[in-house]
């Protein structure tokens, strides 16, 4: 009787997995990541997306050194732009506006 209940408990516990992982399965598939190393930023390893991506490689190229190389003031700024929204030629604009605001007084 016990071996049945046994059989029973476990055979119910592995239809529940099984409905668990494609729900997670099908979840997972939603938010897939195509290629992670592509996704990283020059920037202290955070992850942005590609528009975001182009605008450093753009302000890098603007400001002749890396965004890493920065003070914390214009990573501050930078992070602060990309928090409320800016994104392509508004962020890249904005960014070098105040860029050069800090650093011609």
Same mark, same amino acid.
């Given at each position: 009787?016990?071996?049945?209940? =046994? +059989?029973? @408990?476990? +055979? ?5 997995? @099984?409905?668990?992982?494609?729900? +997670?399965?099908?979840? =997972? ?11 990283? =930023?020059? #920037? =202290?390893?955070? #992850? ?6 182009? @605008? ?28 409320? +929204? ?20």
């Amino acid at each position: 009787m016990e071996l049945i209940i =046994a +059989g029973i @408990v476990v +055979g119910i516990t592995l239809v529940l997995m @099984v409905i668990m992982f494609f729900l +997670g399965y099908r979840e =997972a598939l939603i938010y897939k990541v195509d290629d992670p190393i592509k996704y990283e =930023a020059p #920037i =202290a390893g955070e #992850i942005f997306d590609d528009d975001i991506l182009e @605008v450093c490689e753009k302000i890098e190229k603007e400001i002749d050194c890396e965004l890493d190389t920065l003070d914390a003031d214009c990573k501050r700024q930078f992070y602060k732009l990309i928090e409320e +929204g800016y994104r392509g030629e508004t962020l890249y604009k904005k960014f070098i506006e105040e860029y050069h605001r800090l650093h011609h007084h």
